[in-house]
Nanobody
């Protein structure tokens, strides 16, 4: 059974930094395509970043230059380093995973089979 557990959220001031972690278990992590999504208050869940099993990454335009996604296969963990945080980055951040070698757009929620419970990020102005 696949489990994804996010951690690292919290309250931070405008311009601050946080690093989110997502620990995966239940399947071979090195073959997983991983994504981060967020859900701002009152809004739909939106794509933030993704990293393929072979290390290619993509970021949403709104976070380019500020966020970085990375993975440590030895620790079965994917990270989201968030710098220069803004109040509009506030939301619940979710980790997602899909095991496939078939190319697919990892920017859509429908691409993923497994989701974590989320971690709250609040950026105060």
């Amino acid at each position: 059974q696949v489990q994804l557990v996010e951690s690292g959220g919290g309250l931070v001031q405008d311009g601050g930094s946080l690093r989110l972690s997502c620990a995966a278990s239940g399947r071979t992590f090195s073959r997983a395509n991983m994504g981060w999504f967020r859900q701002p208050p009152g809004n739909d869940r939106e794509f933030v970043a993704a990293i393929t099993w072979n290390g290619s990454s993509i970021l949403a335009d709104s976070v380019k230059g500020r966020f970085t996604i990375s993975r440590d296969n030895a620790k079965n963990t994917v990270y989201l380093q968030m710098n220069t945080l803004k109040p509009e980055d506030t939301g619940v951040y979710f980790c997602a995973a899909v095991w496939t070698t078939i190319p697919r757009a990892l920017t859509g929620r429908q691409a993923y089979d497994y989701w974590g419970q989320g971690t709250q990020v609040t950026v105060s102005s």
